[in-house]
C-alpha cells in the first residue's frame, strides 16, 4: 500500500519559534496532500488541503499566515507553524493518496506530535 | 447536524464476540466510504473501504453501506482485544472542483478478555 513518510514524530519548541513539519510520499506521486490536527480524544480536524504548485486551500477558522503550508514537488508538503504558542501544541497527521476516486483511499503518516512550551 | 456521525462509545464487547460500527452520513452526494483504525497516540490506518451498496468482506472484517439510508457499518468478527482501538469513519466528498475526506469523530471499541 502507499506510504507516507511524516517527519518529526515528535518535537517540542518554545513559545515564539517556528516549526516546520515534512510530509512526503514516498511510493507514488501525490498531487493533493491533506494536512489535519487532533487534540487529545478529539476527531480529526482538517485544516488544510496542500495542492502541488499552487496555494493551499484553508478550511474555515485556520489561519493560513500561521500554518504555513508548502507544496512544491509531488512528493513533498511541508507544514510551519509559525511564531508556535502552548494552544497549538497538538498532533499534526498529515495524509496523501486519496485522488479524490471512489476507490482512492487516504494514507496517513505517523503524525508529529507537537509541545510548545 | 454534522457530516459524519458515530457514536462516541465505548462500545464493549467480549472478546470472540462480533462488534457493530455504525456511522450516518449527511450529503447524499458522498461517493465512498472509508473505515480507519486508530490506536492511542497513533495516526489512523486503513481498514477497508466501500462504494457500492451492500456488503464488502475483508478477513474479519465486513463494511455494509446503505445510501438510501446514508449509513455504513463495520462488523468485526471474533473480535480480539488487539481490536481495542477508535474506529473512524469517513466519506469522500467532492467540493468546488476537488474534493475532501471528512471524518467522523470515532467510535472507542474496547473488546474485553
Known amino acids: 500500500g502507499a506510504v507516507v513518510s511524516q517527519h518529526p514524530s515528535r518535537v517540542i519548541c518554545k513559545s515564539g519559534t517556528s516549526v516546520k513539519i515534512e510530509c512526503r510520499s514516498l511510493?507514488?506521486?501525490?498531487?493533493?496532500m491533506f494536512w489535519y490536527r487532533q487534540f487529545p480524544k478529539k476527531s480529526l480536524m482538517l485544516m488544510a488541503t496542500?495542492?502541488?504548485?499552487?496555494?493551499?486551500?484553508?478550511e474555515q477558522g485556520v489561519e493560513k499566515d500561521k500554518f504555513l503550508i508548502n507544496h512544491a514537488s509531488l512528493t513533498l508538503s511541508t507544514l510551519t507553524v509559525t511564531s508556535a504558542h502552548p494552544e497549538d501544541s497538538s498532533f499534526y497527521i498529515c495524509?496523501?493518496?486519496?485522488?479524490?476516486?471512489?476507490?482512492?483511499?487516504?494514507?496517513f503518516g505517523n503524525g508529529t506530535r507537537l509541545t510548545v512550551t | 447536524q454534522k457530516e459524519v456521525e458515530q457514536n462516541s462509545g465505548p462500545l464493549s464487547v467480549p472478546e470472540g464476540a462480533i462488534a457493530s460500527l455504525n456511522c450516518t452520513y449527511s450529503d447524499r452526494g458522498s461517493q465512498s466510504f472509508f473505515w480507519y483504525r486508530q490506536y492511542s497516540g497513533k495516526s489512523p490506518e486503513l481498514i477497508m473501504f466501500?462504494?457500492?451498496?451492500g456488503d464488502k468482506e475483508d478477513g474479519r472484517f465486513t463494511a455494509q453501506l446503505n445510501k438510501a439510508s446514508q449509513y455504513v457499518s463495520l462488523l468485526i468478527r471474533d473480535s480480539q482485544p488487539s481490536d481495542s482501538a477508535t474506529y473512524l469513519c469517513?466519506?469522500?466528498?467532492?467540493?468546488?472542483?476537488?474534493?475532501?475526506?471528512?471524518f467522523g469523530t470515532g467510535t472507542r471499541l474496547k473488546v474485553l478478555a
Open positions: 511510493d507514488f506521486q501525490a498531487t493533493t
Open positions: 469517513a466519506v469522500n466528498k467532492a467540493t468546488s472542483g476537488t474534493y475532501k475526506y471528512i
Open positions: 495524509s496523501a493518496g486519496g485522488r479524490g476516486a471512489m476507490d482512492s483511499p487516504l494514507h
Open positions: 466501500i462504494y457500492s451498496n
Open positions: 496542500s495542492n502541488e504548485g499552487s496555494k493551499a486551500t484553508y
